[in-house]
């Protein structure tokens, strides 16, 4: 094909220049002849593997069609970033600009108002994007630089990743940045290389580092007998080291494929990846169960979700504790973290899972999913006991209710006296003598107060009109009283709990958590008592090391209310239902909980539609539901404890059988209280008497 077009271009030249033919005809047959020669040896140089970049102008035209069909028909509008191997395509001769930005006006390189006068791949590839806002940057030994220099996401609209190199390892050091902050996306963003690279060399480049875990990246390898463009893909979380690159289709100019066939979902099957999730024990939400063969048993709202998904995607899971020991770990000096975080920084996890929030400071060093549940922060504190039993005196009736009766007894010892004293003024002597005294006259209202017999009987009308609707009202208040004074004597009435953060803030006592997280958290905190709590924070090793000191009644202890709430009830309540700790009903602010990944990683955006899939369904709600039956089978089916704790849990039956609480000393201590002070009274009393006798 290529001899046929240069003999064309021969007899062209030939027209128009004519010559005498005779006598030169059997030197133009022979130039023919090595001409054809030439071109064939030419030719024959391209199939044994002659650079590409040098290729016939017929192939450049089926990349550069392929390109502006793929742009057009997929990335309308979108900004092509384009990465080149240099010393392949340009000699600039000296130092050259590392990235170069095209817009619609202008074709010069904006950054050095470079302009390329060389005749290339790349300039040739820029030919079919004109007009068309492209960024290039060139694969040198600084480009990581350059990179983290350049915010993608600010000068770019939906960019597609061009890399044009013709031996794939040179962009090696491209895809191996562990550094991505320039464009926290590139592992899933549309990816297209350009490349001459045999299909064991691109095998070779997708068995290195994270370079596998990319979904959307389609390779194009020139084929010039014939002329051709043949499409690979890679297979990510492949578990076979030679199925990882796979051929889509050979393209010749025919209409393009769809966008399906040229970057198809992977992720919809991960053919049974191993994923390593790091996790613990912290109920109600993980349960790790440790079996007699040194295994563990693991069961919880997030373990569910976890082989949930591992059951929709098709990959296999192997919980394990973080690697240091701790729990959720906290930040270090150097930037780096401990525990569960730490795993995920570092990357020896592929997920983490454990009752996590979804907070800002933690997306500086992971990526975390939608939410599959919601939390709600609070503290917990002691419970202060019950009230003194010799208050039960006073619970029957309000403060105002008191000090109603109060004053109408006070009131009605006068009125009543007043009238008896009337009545002896006005005459009438068939009144006793005995109601002459005010003090009888009091004691009389008193014994009626009491719902006592009436020592003495007035004999006028008004008086005992009075005393009768006297002794009624004091009838209805006496049998309110009697009725719930029972009640208190008998239920012990537990001192309200703090159950704000105002209170906690007046009770003076430290509060904090694990790590130094949750401090952060606070000291942004709307509440203005929240922001002040903040300054007495003390972080903790552990949540048993929170929750003691939190006994002992010297600190606050903050966390997830679910936990609280599970964690009370198991350990911190006894055989009689008393619990010694109670989380506060207002709360820091409600959390999202999800899971947690290593940056970067381009399952996020799948696992989130898998995820809100789940929680339409309600499972998270379905897997809380089937947890608390679970551990409610679980105590049930557990024996009594030996010791004194049958010994109670006999006596809390037997008193359930019956039915009957007999009082003891410590409910009826007001009453004792009440007749010592009657004794000490009297005794006052008579030794008043008894002085001012002798004086």
Same mark, same amino acid.
């Given at each position: 094909?290529?001899?046929?077009?240069?003999?064309?271009?021969?007899?062209?030249?030939?027209?128009?220049?004519?010559?005498?033919?005779?006598?030169?005809?059997?030197?133009?047959?022979?130039?023919?002849?090595?001409?054809?020669?030439?071109?064939?040896?030419?030719?024959?140089?391209?199939?044994?593997?002659?650079?590409?970049?040098?290729?016939?102008?017929?192939?450049?035209?089926?990349?550069?069609?392929?390109?502006?069909?793929?742009?057009?028909?997929? +990335?309308?509008?979108?900004?092509? #970033? =384009? /990465?080149? *191997?240099? &010393?392949?395509?340009?000699?600039?001769?000296?130092? %050259?600009?590392?990235?170069?930005?095209?817009?619609?006006?202008?074709?010069?390189?904006?950054?050095?108002?470079?302009?390329?006068?060389?005749?290339?791949?790349?300039?040739?590839?820029?030919?079919?994007?004109?007009?068309?806002?492209?960024?290039?940057?060139?694969?040198?030994?600084?480009?990581?630089?350059?990179?983290?220099?350049?915010?993608?996401?600010?000068?770019?609209?939906?960019?597609?990743?061009?890399?044009?190199?013709?031996?794939?390892?040179?962009?090696?050091?491209?895809?191996?940045?562990?550094?991505?902050?320039?464009?926290?996306? +590139?592992?899933?963003?549309?990816? #297209? =290389? /350009?490349? *001459?690279? &045999?299909?064991?060399?691109?095998?070779?480049?997708? %068995?290195?580092?994270?370079?596998?875990?990319?979904?959307?990246?389609?390779?194009?390898?020139?084929?010039?007998?014939?002329?051709?463009?043949?499409?690979?893909?890679?297979?990510?979380?492949?578990?076979?080291?030679?199925?990882?690159?796979?051929?889509?289709?050979?393209?010749?100019?025919?209409?393009?494929?769809?966008?399906?066939?040229?970057?198809?979902?992977?992720?919809?099957?991960?053919?049974?990846?191993?994923?390593?999730?790091?996790?613990?024990?912290?109920?109600?939400?993980?349960?790790?169960?440790?079996?007699?063969?040194?295994?563990?048993?693991?069961?919880?709202?997030?373990?569910?979700?976890?082989?949930?998904?591992?059951?929709?995607?098709?990959?296999?899971?192997?919980?394990?504790?973080?690697?240091?020991?701790?729990?959720?770990?906290?930040?270090?000096?150097?930037?780096?973290?401990?525990?569960?975080?730490?795993?995920?920084?570092?990357?020896?996890?592929?997920?983490?899972?454990?009752?996590?929030?979804?907070?800002?400071?933690?997306?500086?060093?992971?990526?975390?999913?939608?939410?599959?549940?919601?939390?709600?922060?609070?503290?917990?504190?002691?419970?202060?006991?019950?009230?003194?039993?010799?208050?039960?005196?006073?619970?029957?009736?309000?403060?105002?209710?008191?000090?109603?009766?109060?004053?109408?007894?006070?009131?009605?010892?006068?009125?009543?006296?007043?009238?008896?004293?009337?009545?002896?003024?006005?005459?009438?002597?068939?009144?006793?003598?005995?109601?002459?005294?005010?003090?009888?006259?009091?004691?009389?209202?008193?014994?009626?107060?009491?719902?006592?017999?009436?020592?003495?009987?007035?004999?006028?009308?008004?008086?005992?009109?009075?005393?009768?609707?006297?002794?009624?009202?004091?009838?209805?208040?006496?049998?309110?009283?009697?009725?719930?004074?029972?009640?208190?004597?008998?239920?012990?009435?537990?001192?309200?709990?703090?159950?704000?953060?105002?209170?906690?803030?007046?009770?003076?006592?430290?509060?904090?958590?694990?790590?130094?997280?949750?401090?952060?958290?606070?000291?942004?905190?709307?509440?203005?008592?929240?922001?002040?709590?903040?300054?007495?924070?003390?972080?903790?090793?552990?949540?048993?090391?929170?929750?003691?000191?939190?006994?002992?009644?010297?600190?606050?202890?903050?966390?997830?209310?679910?936990?609280?709430?599970?964690?009370?009830?198991?350990?911190?309540?006894?055989?009689?239902?008393?619990?010694?700790?109670?989380?506060?009903?207002?709360?820091?602010?409600?959390?999202?909980?999800?899971?947690?990944?290593?940056?970067?990683?381009?399952?996020?955006?799948?696992?989130?539609?898998?995820?809100?899939?789940?929680?339409?369904?309600?499972?998270?709600?379905?897997?809380?539901?089937?947890?608390?039956?679970?551990?409610?089978?679980?105590?049930?089916?557990?024996?009594?404890?030996?010791?004194?704790?049958?010994?109670?849990?006999?006596?809390?039956?037997?008193?359930?059988?019956?039915?009957?609480?007999?009082?003891?000393?410590?409910?009826?201590?007001?009453?004792?209280?009440?007749?010592?002070?009657?004794?000490?009274?009297?005794?006052?009393?008579?030794?008043?008497?008894?002085?001012?006798?002798?004086?």
């Amino acid at each position: 094909m290529t001899v046929g077009i240069m003999t064309e271009r021969i007899a062209i030249y030939q027209s128009s220049h004519p010559v005498t033919m005779i006598p030169y005809t059997a030197v133009i047959i022979w130039l023919k002849m090595m001409f054809q020669v030439i071109f064939m040896l030419s030719s024959l140089s391209i199939i044994l593997g002659q650079h590409i970049f040098n290729m016939p102008q017929t192939l450049k035209d089926l990349l550069g069609d392929f390109l502006q069909h793929l742009h057009e028909d997929f +990335f309308p509008g979108c900004t092509i #970033v =384009i /990465f080149y *191997e240099p &010393s392949n395509i340009y000699d600039f001769g000296g130092d %050259q600009d590392k990235a170069h930005l095209r817009n619609n006006t202008d074709k010069g390189l904006i950054f050095n108002n470079y302009h390329d006068s060389n005749e290339g791949l790349l300039e040739f590839v820029l030919q079919y994007f004109e007009g068309i806002p492209s960024i290039i940057f060139s694969l040198t030994d600084d480009l990581h630089e350059v990179l983290t220099q350049t915010d993608i996401n600010v000068i770019t609209r939906c960019p597609l990743y061009l890399t044009l190199v013709p031996n794939i390892m040179a962009a090696l050091g491209l895809f191996l940045m562990t550094n991505k902050d320039w464009d926290k996306y +590139f592992l899933s963003r549309k990816q #297209v =290389i /350009f490349t *001459e690279s &045999s299909t064991k060399d691109i095998e070779s480049f997708f %068995q290195e580092g994270e370079i596998n875990l990319m979904t959307n990246v389609l390779l194009i390898q020139p084929i010039l007998q014939p002329l051709a463009l043949r499409l690979l893909t890679n297979s990510p979380y492949s578990t076979s080291r030679n199925d990882r690159v796979k051929s889509l289709r050979t393209w010749r100019g025919q209409p393009m494929p769809t966008m399906h066939d040229l970057f198809p979902d992977k992720l919809v099957d991960l053919h049974g990846y191993p994923m390593k999730v790091v996790t613990f024990h912290f109920p109600p939400r993980i349960f790790m169960e440790e079996e007699s063969d040194g295994s563990y048993n693991l069961y919880g709202v997030d373990i569910e979700v976890v082989r949930s998904l591992s059951s929709a995607l098709n990959f296999t899971v192997s919980f394990t504790r973080p690697s240091d020991g701790e729990m959720w770990g906290w930040e270090q000096g150097n930037g780096t973290w401990t525990g569960l975080m730490g795993d995920l920084q570092h990357r020896r996890a592929d997920i983490g899972v454990a009752d996590l929030y979804i907070m800002e400071p933690y997306f500086a060093i992971i990526d975390m999913s939608v939410e599959y549940d919601i939390e709600y922060l609070c503290f917990v504190n002691p419970v202060a006991g019950p009230l003194p039993q010799w208050m039960a005196l006073g619970l029957p009736f309000l403060v105002e209710t008191w000090v109603a009766i109060f004053c109408t007894v006070l009131a009605g010892m006068l009125v009543f006296t007043l009238l008896a004293q009337l009545g002896f003024v006005g005459g009438n002597l068939r009144e006793a003598p005995w109601f002459q005294s005010g003090g009888n006259t009091c004691l009389l209202l008193v014994a009626c107060v009491m719902n006592t017999a009436w020592t003495r009987v007035p004999a006028t009308t008004h008086l005992r009109v009075f005393l009768a609707l006297w002794s009624l009202a004091f009838i209805i208040l006496a049998v309110a009283y009697k009725g719930t004074l029972v009640s208190y004597l008998t239920v012990t009435l537990e001192q309200p709990p703090l159950d704000t953060h105002r209170q906690l803030l007046e009770k003076d006592v430290s509060v904090g958590s694990i790590g130094d997280t949750l401090k952060r958290i606070m000291e942004k905190n709307a509440d203005q008592y929240v922001r002040k709590l903040a300054q007495r924070y003390e972080q903790v090793q552990s949540t048993s090391e929170g929750l003691q000191k939190t006994v002992a009644g010297s600190y606050s202890f903050l966390e997830s209310r679910g936990f609280l709430d599970y964690t009370i009830a198991v350990d911190y309540t006894d055989q009689r239902g008393r619990a010694s700790l109670h989380a506060m009903k207002e709360y820091i602010a409600p959390f999202g909980i999800g899971l947690a990944y290593p940056k970067y990683v381009p399952i996020v955006a799948k696992f989130d539609r898998m995820i809100r899939r789940l929680t339409e369904a309600g499972l998270a709600g379905k897997y809380m539901s089937d947890i608390i039956l679970r551990r409610k089978q679980a105590k049930i089916g557990s024996t009594p404890l030996d010791g004194e704790g049958s010994r109670e849990l006999a006596s809390d039956v037997t008193e359930t059988t019956t039915g009957v609480t007999p009082l003891s000393l410590d409910n009826l201590q007001g009453g004792f209280i009440l007749l010592a002070i009657g004794y000490g009274l009297g005794l006052l009393s008579l030794a008043v008497e008894v002085v001012f006798a002798l004086v």
